[in-house]
């Protein structure tokens, strides 16, 4: 794809660094402040990303919307810009029936719709990040991040693909920094943390340290995890699978986003 202008909603911690890329690529990359938080305002200008207002200014300018927002935001964040025309990516952590509801919207009003899922951290060097595409126009939209620190990777021509891709990661990754986190609180609350730590030292010497992170980044990031593992669970029970895995987890992240003891 020929240098573009692309309409970033919202430039949260991944979405704003996904923008500097595609600035640093030579794309023209725009975003709405209206509404917008003082530090995503910050964010926005550090990435270098040009305020357009509105979002409805940013659909009208934009050959391309990128949308990197919380999971539960995904529909609401597509209904904003219905009828827009243009190539709408969605790089939510959502279900692939969540993705095609999004398709849906966007397709009512004209446009194309691009599945996406980003695994990895935000993109500042190479080999950390890989963004997974599918639906008709992911060639094009993975076009955008040719020689770029963003690795690119089309799955198919179905919008869903990417996001159960994405859907089958997390449910590892989350899913389990999830239960080591409920395992502590129970060890705690039972007097076994120090025989348990030691034993995992013995036996598992891993599991000290990914608990330890689990923590770390559940603190910091766990709110935006409740609506992943509903995702997950609902992803799980469209296939005809247990959910509860991941409903668990979801209250596992809650509790500790509303400031329980989880840690």
């Known amino acids: 794809m020929a240098a573009a202008t692309v309409g970033l909603l919202h430039p949260g911690e ?3 660094v996904v923008g500097a890329v595609l600035r640093g690529r030579g794309d023209r990359v725009v975003w709405a402040s209206e509404g917008r ?4 305002r910050e964010r926005a200008e550090e990435a270098g990303l040009e305020d357009a207002g509105s979002v ?3 659909a009208r300018r934009s050959d391309v919307i990128l949308s990197v927002c919380p999971p539960h935001a995904a529909l609401e964040v597509a209904g904003a810009v219905a009828g827009f025309r243009g190539v709408f990516v969605d790089a939510n952590a959502i279900a692939p029936g969540t993705a095609r509801e999004v398709e849906a919207v966007i ?3 004209g446009g194309d719709c691009v599945d996406g899922g980003i695994v990895g951290a935000p993109p500042r060097a190479a080999g950390t990040t890989r963004f997974y595409l599918s639906g008709p ?6 076009g955008l991040f040719t020689e770029s620190v963003v690795d690119a990777r089309v799955l198919s021509g179905e919008v869903g693909t990417a996001s159960a891709l994405k859907m089958t990661y997390a ?6 920094a999830a239960l080591l986190l409920a395992i502590g609180e129970l060890a705690r609350a ?3 943390e120090p025989a348990l730590h030691e034993e995992w030292r ?3 010497p891993d599991l000290p340290d990914r608990s330890q992170r689990a923590a770390r980044s559940a603190q910091a990031k766990g709110w935006r995890w409740v609506g992943e593992m509903e995702e997950i669970a609902a992803t799980f029970d469209a296939a005809g699978l247990p959910d509860g895995f991941h409903r668990a987890a979801a209250e596992v992240f809650r509790t500790l986003s509303a400031g329980g003891q989880a840690r």
């Open 37 to 40: 938080t003082a530090e995503t």
């Open 14 to 16: 991944m979405g704003a």
């Open 107 to 109: 397709a009512a009003g």
């Open 171 to 176: 449910a590892w990754t989350k899913g389990t």
């Open 137 to 142: 126009e992911a060639e094009s939209v993975a």
């Open 202 to 204: 013995i036996s598992l």
């Open 190 to 192: 039972e007097g076994v």
């Open 56 to 58: 409805e200014e940013v």
